[in-house]
């Protein structure tokens, strides 16, 4: 029981900050915090609103448990906003230009997503394992790579095609190839069906985890590399899993705007996901539960920021609110790390004694 | 190209051989310039706008390097840039493009500040510190844009009004014969000729500060005990430790730099590349920065290098109309690639021969298939190119040694 608060407060303290420092700013703009904090979440309760919360929910709860999975074996996949952008081209341009009978064609375009996510993360897993290459810098440069590459994908001589409004993307997606969504009551737009495969998702996380030889061989490379040499763990290959499971997953991220909304992939397609990701990843310590309750509270805090400009304030001081999270939660978490290790250390001093 | 081989190979001096370099670059550009029939790749417009380009990313390079020197890895180098162009339009519609720079500066040591005091006090984890720095510094921009440039004559709520120009030089006298010498196509002179008039044309002072910011980080960094200190503290910072440094100080010093390199990168972008700030401005320069120093083997030289390489084939890519140029790039890979696997057939490493080898011959046959490519390829040129240093001379490279490590004064690893 108190291992779980042990674990609590940082998530907690982190975002009690946050909001401090949000009132703060809110104060110096002349606007009241607690009247704007209450209107927010005024805002936040129509049922618009929460259907916008759970779909971003969704799209962020795929992006941090890609991101995850790396973390579990320290690994960084800085690169998951290249490896969705481009697992969603692809998926775009197969469902826009086949017709598939009945399901099928959303079953295809996952199981395609998934393997370009997984086959882009695991070019940075090669040059890990092969090369030695950080993957911290290779996704990075592969996320510019894969901007690229979709851009030539797209181009009209290529594969794409003038949408609507005049944008360059890919053709709009048929009835049969679009994930079926669900409305909450009396809302103007339904939920993304994609929310229950991030549900499972969770579980699918959480049983390979803690269940599993791999889950359980994920976790010690994590913890210590060389203990995990030692009882007979091959870390190269585990790398090079890990990689193309976070990649594959990654591979999701952009499905459920693709399919449950948009029905077509532009050059304007959100490209920021995958930072979102590390953000509640870290927020929610890398547990299934505490992403999606991440997940739920950043996405709160972009749609509820919409009605911000009409109070004056500008909105984007949601966003200066969630890198504050960002850096409280880590600094949180080191300094509760070190006073446990002092209090190791008291417990074992006396006990000697 | 064999020649040009064995005096690097050779105990010749480091100006010998970075000269020998140098008139090859020039020799393989007039080749493909004269094969793929395109005069642009060296003409003045050409090289004057990659020169605007190299700036920022190289300002963000050298941003990164004086951090990772002393040993903390910035991957926020992209919100202290746009942290610097806020700060330029912020103080330069107001009070000209000087007072924009010093505005730059302030800004770029309120991120280098947050970021030092993460990674350097706490001792968290430099890649997420790094990326929270980059959340932080779009909101902060973006949320004080709206504040400080929505009212503003000629502003809006992602644009401020614009900034006074600084003054730029041209150089007639010299830059104008040798326009009309380019166009003559002469072998490696006209090149040369191109080259040169580029960089006297309409030469902003940032750009001269900018390199002076360059020679300045080689001499303190390379040059006195202050910069053996700092980079002993990227090496081995107990190491350091015991000898008396002050491992803290130090790291923020470093740190503190870095961030103001970052948003001087980024107020060039704001003060002499458009004379505004905008949203979005930077456009992932601080990460092409910090793959031109990785590319650049972490040392102000290679980092100016790296940098001229992605500013000259964006240039190329902005002014190609009809993609002839791109096609020229892609012949200019190919020739880089057998290149290194030239080198790579006399340490018989036949595997990398292997690779090297394959993907120039297919970049070859791709030049040879088509009259023109998309602009696209250029995007990923420069990316492509530091992703194959890192996988195939990643043992010529070599970071500082505590590089990323986070140190507690006192606690050995």
Redesign the interface.
């Known amino acids: 029981m108190f291992k779980r608060i042990d674990t609590l407060i940082a998530p907690l303290v982190a975002v009690a900050f946050s909001v401090l420092f949000g009132s703060i700013i809110l104060l110096v703009f002349g606007a009241n915090p607690i009247e704007t904090f209450i209107r927010m979440i005024d805002y936040a309760s129509t049922p618009r609103s929460m259907t916008l919360i759970l779909n971003s929910a969704t799209t962020y709860y795929f992006s941090a448990v890609a991101v995850a999975i790396g973390f579990k074996m320290n690994l960084f996949n800085i690169g998951v906003n290249g490896q969705y952008r481009l697992a969603t081209a692809v998926a775009a341009l197969v469902a826009g230009y086949i017709t598939f009978p009945g399901y099928l064609g959303i079953v295809v375009i996952i199981a395609i997503s998934m393997l370009v996510g997984a086959a882009w993360a695991g070019i940075a897993a090669w040059l890990k394992v092969a090369r030695g290459v950080s993957e911290v810098i290779s996704t990075i440069m592969l996320n510019f790579i894969a901007i690229g590459l979709i851009a030539y994908l797209m181009a009209p001589t290529v594969l794409g095609v003038k949408t609507a409004e005049n944008v360059i993307g890919t053709p709009i997606i048929p009835a049969g190839n679009r994930f079926p969504g669900v409305s909450l009551p009396t809302a103007p737009i339904p939920v993304y069906g994609m929310i229950f495969l991030a549900v499972a998702l969770g579980f699918g996380y959480w049983y390979l985890l803690n269940r599993t030889r791999f889950g359980f061989d994920l976790r010690a490379v994590g913890m210590s590399p060389s203990a995990a040499v030692a009882s007979g763990v091959n870390v190269k290959r585990m790398t090079v899993y890990a990689m193309l499971l976070s990649g594959a997953v990654a591979g999701l991220v952009g499905l459920p705007l693709l399919l449950g909304a948009q029905y077509t992939f532009t050059v304007n397609f959100p490209g920021n996901y995958g930072f979102t990701g590390i953000a509640i990843a870290l927020l929610g310590r890398n547990h299934p539960v505490g992403i999606a309750f991440g997940a739920l509270l950043w996405a709160f805090l972009d749609v509820s920021a919409q009605i911000l400009d009409l109070t004056g304030v500008p909105r984007e001081i949601i966003v200066i609110m969630q890198g504050v999270i960002v850096l409280s939660v880590v600094i949180a978490y080191e300094v509760t790390r070190r006073v446990k290790v002092r209090r190791q250390q008291a417990a074992v001093g006396s006990a000697g004694q | 190209m064999t020649a040009v081989l064995s005096i690097l190979k050779s105990g010749a001096s480091r100006k010998v051989k970075f000269l020998a370099l140098f008139i090859a670059v020039l020799a393989t550009l007039s080749l493909v310039r004269m094969w793929a029939d395109v005069l642009d790749l060296t003409s003045r417009g050409t090289i004057s706008a990659a020169l605007g380009l190299a700036v920022p990313i190289g300002l963000a390079g050298l941003g990164g390097l004086w951090a990772e020197r002393a040993g903390v ?1 910035n ?1 926020g180098l992209e919100g202290m840039m746009i942290l610097g162009t806020f700060g330029a339009g912020w103080l330069g519609w107001q009070y000209g493009p000087w007072a924009g720079l010093l505005g730059a500066i302030l800004f770029g040591l309120l991120g280098g500040g ?1 970021f030092a005091l ?1 990674t350097v006090t ?4 430099q ?3 790094g ?10 921009a ?2 004080f844009a ?2 400080a440039f929505s009212k503003a004559p000629g502003g809006g ?1 992602t644009q401020s009004p614009s900034i006074s120009a600084l003054p730029t030089f041209t150089f007639d006298r010299l830059s104008d014969p040798l326009v009309s010498l380019h166009g003559k196509g002469y072998f490696i002179i006209s090149e040369l000729a191109g080259l040169i008039s580029g960089v006297f044309f309409r030469l902003s002072i940032l750009t001269v500060f900018s390199a002076g910011l360059f020679a300045a980080t080689a001499f303190i960094l390379w040059r006195t005990p202050f910069g053996l200190r700092l980079r002993s503290v990227g090496e081995n910072p107990h190491a350091a430790d015991s000898l008396g440094v002050n491992v803290y100080l130090y790291k923020y010093i470093g740190v503190l730099t870095s961030g103001v390199m970052a948003a001087l990168g980024g107020a060039f972008l704001a003060i002499a590349a458009s004379g505004v700030y905008r949203e979005g401005q930077t456009g ?1 320069r601080g ?2 920065g ?2 031109t120093m ?1 590319f650049g083997n972490w040392r102000p030289g290679g980092t100016a290098i790296g940098a001229g390489l992605f500013g000259y084939i964006d240039a190329l890519r902005l002014r190609d109309a009809n993609g002839t140029a791109m096609r020229a790039i892609v012949l200019l890979g190919a020739l880089a690639l057998i290149v290194l696997a030239i080198l790579a057939i006399r340490k018989k490493r036949y595997q990398v021969v292997f690779g090297l080898g394959i993907t120039a011959a297919v970049l070859i046959s791709w030049f040879l298939l088509t009259t023109a490519l ?4 250029a ?2 040129a420069p ?2 190119a ?2 194959l240093v ?3 001379a ?1 043992q010529r490279l070599r970071p500082p040694a505590a590089d990323g490590i986070p140190y507690r004064k006192g606690e050995s690893k």
Do not use: C, H, M, W
Request: charged share 10%; glycine share 8%.
């Open positions: 890895v991957i947050i993460a706490f001792g968290v984890d890649i997420i510190a990326t929270a720095i980059n959340i932080l510094g779009l909101g902060f973006q949320f709206k504040i709520p992932g990460f092409i910090l793959a990785i998309p602009r696209e390829v995007l990923v990316y492509l530091t992703l890192l996988a195939f990643s």
